[in-house]
């Protein structure tokens, strides 16, 4: 009746209600469409994944033994920094937006985003901004080699020429992420469905309603930093330039008040990702609801007051030294919420162990391990042992690779049918998984115990004494990163092939994305949904 | 077949075995030879032990759940899905057992923040890629550079135990003394660790920084460079010393009379291969890092020497640019870092190696008298 009505009093519009995708590379170039962007997303990250990866295995071939085998020292410099930046601003960033692309506006009874021509800009600047930071491998001087970090002066007054190349690459990266942020704000803010109050928001949804604020927070921050290097590097100034009177420890500052919000980003989306999984496997829906966004919550905004702790050798004064060790400890409360809720959930469900389960199971113990290495890391005059060594690669590592990417994957393997049409092979689905599981801790369990032993980070040759794990860690490395093509295939498998997946994928699934067929249509929910 | 598996076994076994004769499986942080180290050692273990514990529980309880609530043993999901007093324990025990964690955490902070009352004083300063140390009150003054063979770390000749933790001059420090240390850095940060005295600070150029030890037992105590500081980050190692007070007496005495001959060599006259063969010396220690061992360097952040405009034209210049370095580049001033005999030395070397064949010799005096002229000149201006 109502679907009558509407089209009798807009006639004209009635061709562009029921479209299908456009024809050829213009689709890809000049879609609107939520899904569409979001599969660009996913694809671009794979990309990135798979090449920040390449730079990872050659790191750890170089460590394979003491002595220096394949790559000189400047140029390991240069694969240390270009891995970390390609991994944070090009996999795992842009797969999270990827995912909130395809998923919110279905969770939430939305026919697209709210800005959807301003989606496409955003996505589409991010392939210029990763060809400018990847051609500065091929320039005079070299990539970028001062670390992810990239600590002033070593990256001002000491940087090879290509680093102006490397700001400008972030600036786009940064505005990028910040059009992402506001789309994904105004989508949620605007756009649910009637009856879709926020405090019935799928978690998946409210973890990205908060980090899409923590990107508008600290983006310009990461925007700003970047410029004033431009100035010192170009125009005199001497912000960072102790000799002119600056200061490199502000540097720090500023990084890092950007940076500490940053490693949320990339984790709170994760934890909405897991808090979808596990109910549905579970069969029982999540145990604390409403206790999830607050520590959510509290997570984001504890996560401005606890910069520093990323500096206390910089030689803080005692007070401060306690303060934001104080601050970054109380980060271990509400995220010992989400894992209690987490295991409850599981308590006395049906269990069972698809492909997206495993994945969701390891995040929970493997995240948890890097979430105790982070309390450790914490304790500010313990902190003088771990500083720089590979306890903290090991710790990041834990924290991003069983916990981001494995959340990407667990995520990935759960919506695939919804977006594919086809079921999963579980089969390789289960040898994707244990193949991962293993090769992630082989490579990186070790790096505790060589971090614990006294070898720093970012160095191309070691000491004897740490050789054996390194062995270790760079075996696992190769297991790890082969195992990965595995999920190349599953995923291109499954787009193919497969047996025709239902509406509702998973048995114990519930939410909007489950009420409509699958493949999902290329428009959904034209016709807002009412939610009970 | 099991012969052969044997033998792939054993061979596997004396690959790990010959290739680290030297090493255990080093598992943990070292408890260190300071009360300090001590007291983190400690912190560390408590706070291990807690995580462990805390894991074992919340683990238990999870893969408890993973065996007991699968489907295919027919468990039936429960409906519960809301707590309030079990949310609110599960935030106040953590509470708790954070707070737990920081008083012992605070106390050693705070005595890691007392410097006072220290006996002697040392400056530390960081340089891409040695360290320099300043006895403050005792006229010492060196550099100490890695001195492990460029041999080793190309893998052309066997590694020596202590590969890349080793240098050619020590931090000597006596034991049972308050030792302040002040660090600062000249060109980018560096950050000096020893892990067995548990002292990491980060040396940064316009800053003072200060730290503290008093060492316990005599021994040798080796550390590295904590913080990316350009291409040779991984190869400035340091290396303390720690000796008797008396013997630390004596090597001060000692280290004293080695300045003053240096100095003195540089009175006498030097013949073109006695440079030479110093220079070559001075060259594969300080310079070679950058331009090479043969020169060549790798443009353009560090210059090729062989035929290189600067080297082969005006002595004048080339003087200039190895005492006082190029603003804006890499290029350190090394007049502080060498002594006028090494200085005429390695420039001597370099006009005459590779190739480079100008036949003169800078003579030590020449340095000495430019050296001393530049100071008085420098004096004159600060009037």
Redesign the interface.
């Known amino acids: 009746m109502s679907t009558l009505e509407t089209t009798t009093v807009t006639g004209e519009q009635h061709e562009s209600h029921h479209h299908g995708p456009a024809a050829g590379i213009g689709r890809w170039l000049f879609t609107t469409n939520h899904k569409d962007i979001g599969s660009l997303y996913l694809w671009f990250s794979l990309l990135m994944f798979l090449t920040g990866g390449v730079m990872a295995l050659l790191i750890r071939a170089e460590l394979f033994q003491p002595g220096l085998q394949l790559v000189e020292p400047g140029f390991f410099n240069q694969m240390t920094t270009m891995h970390g930046l390609i991994m944070v601003f090009g996999a795992v960033m842009p797969a999270f937006v990827g995912l909130a692309n395809w998923m919110i506006p279905m969770m939430i009874g939305a026919p697209d985003m709210a800005l959807p021509r301003m989606n496409n800009w955003s996505f589409w600047i991010l392939p210029f901004a990763f060809a400018i930071l990847i051609s500065t491998l091929f320039m005079d001087g070299g990539a970028p080699n001062f670390g992810w970090t990239f600590y002033a002066p070593l990256s001002t007054t000491y940087a090879p020429p290509s680093v102006t190349y490397f700001i400008f690459a972030i600036h786009i990266m940064g505005i990028s992420s910040i059009m992402g942020a506001i789309n994904i704000i105004a989508t949620i803010l605007n756009m649910r469905a009637p009856g879709m109050t926020m405090m019935k928001l799928p978690l998946f949804v409210w973890s990205w309603l908060i980090t899409a604020f923590l990107l508008i927070a600290v983006m310009p921050v990461l925007a700003g930093v970047v410029t004033m290097m431009l100035m010192d590097i170009h125009f005199g100034t001497s912000f960072f330039n102790a000799a002119g009177g600056g200061d490199p420890v502000l540097f720090q500052h500023v990084f890092w008040f950007f940076g500490h919000p940053e490693v949320y980003i990339m984790i709170l989306p994760a934890f909405g990702i897991i808090s979808q999984i596990i109910p549905t496997f579970s069969r029982k829906r999540l145990f604390g609801y409403a206790s999830m966004v607050y520590a959510t919550a509290s997570i984001a905004i504890l996560s401005f007051l606890v910069w520093a702790h990323h500096m206390f050798t910089v030689g803080m004064p005692l007070v401060g030294e306690l303060f934001f060790m104080f601050a970054t400890m109380l980060i271990a409360v509400p995220t010992g919420v989400k894992v209690f809720n987490w295991v409850t959930t599981m308590f006395r469900g049906s269990l069972t162990f698809e492909t997206p389960m495993l994945f969701a199971i390891a995040f929970v113990v493997l995240f948890t391990i890097g979430g105790f290495s982070g309390l450790m890391l914490a304790i500010a005059p313990v902190d003088f042992q771990y500083h720089d060594t590979y306890f903290v690669v090991a710790h990041f590592h834990y924290v991003l690779v069983p916990g981001a990417i494995f959340a990407i994957m667990a995520g990935t393997y759960y919506w695939l049918p919804k977006w594919t049409g086809h079921q999963l092979n579980e089969c390789m689905g289960r040898w994707h998984f244990w193949l991962s599981f293993i090769g992630v801790n082989i490579t990186f369990f070790p790096m505790h115990f060589i971090g614990l032993a006294g070898m720093p980070r970012r160095i191309p040759d070691y000491a004897l004494q740490f050789a054996d794990f390194n062995m270790v860690a760079s075996i696992g490395a190769f297991i790890f990163g082969f195992s990965q093509l595995l999920f190349v295939w599953n995923v291109i498998h499954n787009v193919r092939s497969g047996e025709a997946a239902p509406a509702r994928v998973w048995e114990g699934a519930e939410g909007l994305e489950w009420e409509v067929a699958s493949p999902a249509p290329y428009h959904t929910f034209t016709t807002p949904p009412r939610v009970e | 077949m099991g012969t052969i598996r044997i033998t792939t076994c054993s061979f596997m076994l004396s690959l790990?075995l010959v290739?680290?004769a030297?090493?255990?499986?080093?598992?943990?942080?070292?408890p260190g030879v300071t009360e300090i180290s001590r007291?983190?050692y400690n912190?560390?273990m408590t706070?291990?032990w807690i995580?462990v514990a805390?894991?074992v529980v919340?683990?238990s309880?999870?893969f408890w759940?993973?065996f007991h609530?699968?489907?295919?043993r027919g468990?039936?999901?429960?409906?519960?899905?809301?707590?309030t007093l079990?949310?609110v324990i599960?935030?106040l025990i953590?509470?708790g057992i954070?707070v737990a964690?920081?008083v012992p955490?605070?106390a050693?902070?705070?005595k890691?923040?007392d410097p006072s009352d220290a006996e002697l004083d040392v400056q530390i300063t960081g340089y891409?890629w040695k360290w320099r140390y300043q006895y403050l009150d005792q006229e010492i003054d060196f550099f100490s550079n890695l001195s492990t063979p460029r041999e080793?770390?190309?893998?052309e000749a066997q590694?020596q135990?202590?590969?890349?933790?080793e240098v050619d001059r020590h931090l000597v420090l006596p034991t049972d003394t308050k030792i302040r240390l002040l660090?600062t850095a000249n060109?980018?940060?560096h950050?000096w660790?020893v892990?067995a005295l548990?002292?990491?600070?980060?040396a940064?150029?316009?800053?003072i920084?200060?730290a503290w030890t008093r060492i316990e037992e005599p021994g040798i105590y080796?550390?590295?460079?904590?913080?990316?500081?350009?291409?040779?980050?991984?190869?400035m190692p340091v290396v303390v010393e720690a000796v008797p007070p008396a013997e630390f007496e004596q090597w001060l005495a000692d280290a004293r009379a080695q300045q003053d001959a240096a100095a003195a060599a540089a009175g006498r006259s030097w013949t073109l291969e006695e440079l030479m063969t110093e220079g070559e010396q001075v060259y594969q220690r300080v310079c070679a890092a950058c331009h090479q061992p043969n020169g060549t360097g790798?443009p353009?952040?560090f210059p090729a020497l062989v035929n290189s405009p600067v080297v082969l034209g005006d002595v004048e210049r080339h003087i200039d640019i190895v005492l006082n370095g190029v603003q804006?580049s890499?290029m350190q001033a090394f007049r502080e870092q060498l002594s006028a005999a090494e200085l005429a030395a390695v420039i001597t070397y370099e006009r005459n190696a590779w190739g480079n064949n100008t036949g003169e010799a800078v003579a030590p005096s020449r340095i000495v008298q430019l050296l001393q002229g530049d100071g008085q000149s420098e004096q004159e201006g600060g009037q």
């Open positions: 790990l290739g680290n030297q090493a255990a499986w080093t598992l943990n942080l070292t007291s983190v912190l560390h706070i291990f995580c805390i894991g919340v683990f309880i999870m759940s993973i609530h699968r489907k295919s468990a039936k999901a429960h409906n519960f899905h809301e707590h079990v949310e599960w935030t953590p509470l954070l964690m920081a955490a605070t050693t902070l705070i890691m923040y891409q080793q770390i190309s893998n590694k135990a202590h590969y890349l933790l660090l060109d980018v940060i950050s660790w892990p548990a002292v990491k600070k980060d940064i150029p316009g800053f920084n200060e080796r550390g590295q460079c904590a913080e990316l500081c350009g291409v040779d980050h991984g190869f790798m353009p952040a804006g890499a």
